[in-house]
């Protein structure tokens, strides 16, 4: 693979992350869990930038459906920008960075200890500011990711969410499932590398793209939707089935280039799909594996997107792994 990218590389390496994470992982999520349960949170704040506040909006799901949690995700500028945090005592609030390093992050984890709130930091840098600010930290233990555009390091944060999930619940039903998913993950790299590829070189020419999804994978669409926009430069909006009817669904024309995600809602996925056929759009569907929980399909469904995204750099000649006007690390404040 000398000759590969190394967003290519990332990519293929998931299954023996998430695995790793499974692996290492499970005995500090379980003595954090017990933390948690003990506090019963009120509900939960979640703060992110970038890849990981996708990873953010996939726990607003997990921890809602199964931990019955509400679950916000954190304005950032209310810490830091107008000095006007609300009041975060009796809560969880959890920390999202592959880095550790944003600012702005690692002050709405400073904000919520201070207030007394449980703080968890989940990073793939164990030393990091937000890994030193808050009470309680979980590695996603990724390895160093050298792309700018992330990908093992997000399945890695949606393995950690999932795993926390679980491990509040004391569901070993939901462990059993989560030992599944690196495999799961490896045979999608497997089945959907051809197919991203053909449907890459078809999709060569667009200037614009819709990834529609729901549920769960409404956080895969918006991750989709940003490696797109980061790798290829092509502007690229990510919509639930609802809010697409509410509004956006006008844009639609012949020939627009949508990626649907066909999962979960499948009622109303087919119905959108309808839509899309009526307005003769150019549809690429994604599909999960039908043995796979819907609240884990994330983890798999992410797979063919990062390999549309990898295919669309091919077919159109940039450089996934130096995208103009970004760093791997971003200090927002």
């Not at 190394?6 to 299954?15: K, S």
């Not at 992110?48 to 921890?63: H, K, W």
């Amino acid at each position: 693979m000398t000759n590969t990218t190394f967003f290519e590389r990332e990519i293929r390496e998931q299954p023996e992350v998430l695995a790793r994470v499974l692996r290492e992982g499970r005995e500090a999520v379980e003595v954090i869990a017990e933390r948690v349960r003990n506090t019963a949170p009120a509900w939960v704040t979640i703060a992110a930038r970038g890849t990981s506040d996708n990873a953010a909006r996939y726990g607003q799901y997990v921890l809602g459906a199964n931990n019955r949690l509400c679950v916000a995700l954190a304005a950032p500028s209310l810490f830091t920008v107008y000095a006007t945090p609300p009041r975060l005592a009796g809560s969880l609030v959890i920390g999202v960075s592959q880095s550790g390093k944003s600012p702005d992050i690692v002050a709405v984890i400073a904000e919520g200890r201070r207030q007394g709130a449980v703080t968890i930091a989940i990073t793939n840098e164990p030393d990091s500011p937000l890994a030193q600010t808050a009470e309680h930290v979980l590695w996603i233990r990724a390895g160093t990711e050298r792309s700018v555009a992330a990908t093992k390091t997000y399945s890695a944060q949606l393995m950690t969410i999932a795993m926390l999930s679980a491990a509040i619940a004391n569901d070993a039903a939901a462990w059993r499932a989560l030992e599944s998913i690196p495999d799961h993950v490896s045979r999608t790299l497997d089945r959907a590398a051809p197919l991203a590829a053909s449907a890459a070189v078809r999709c060569a020419q667009a200037n614009r793209f819709l990834v529609l999804g729901r549920g769960f994978n409404y956080a895969t669409a918006f991750e989709i939707a940003l490696k797109i926009k980061e790798t290829s430069y092509i502007i690229s909006e990510a919509y639930s089935f609802a809010d697409f009817l509410h509004g956006p669904a006008a844009m639609l024309e012949p020939g627009f280039p949508v990626l649907l995600l066909e999962t979960g809602a499948r009622e109303e996925a087919m119905r959108t799909l309808d839509l899309l056929t009526e307005r003769s759009a150019h549809v690429v569907s994604i599909t999960d594996a039908a043995d796979v929980p819907e609240w884990l399909s994330p983890i798999p469904l992410i797979v063919p997107g990062q390999l549309f995204a990898l295919e669309l750099t091919r077919a159109r000649g940039t450089d996934p792994d130096a995208p103009r006007g970004l760093n791997k690390v971003t200090e927002t404040r």
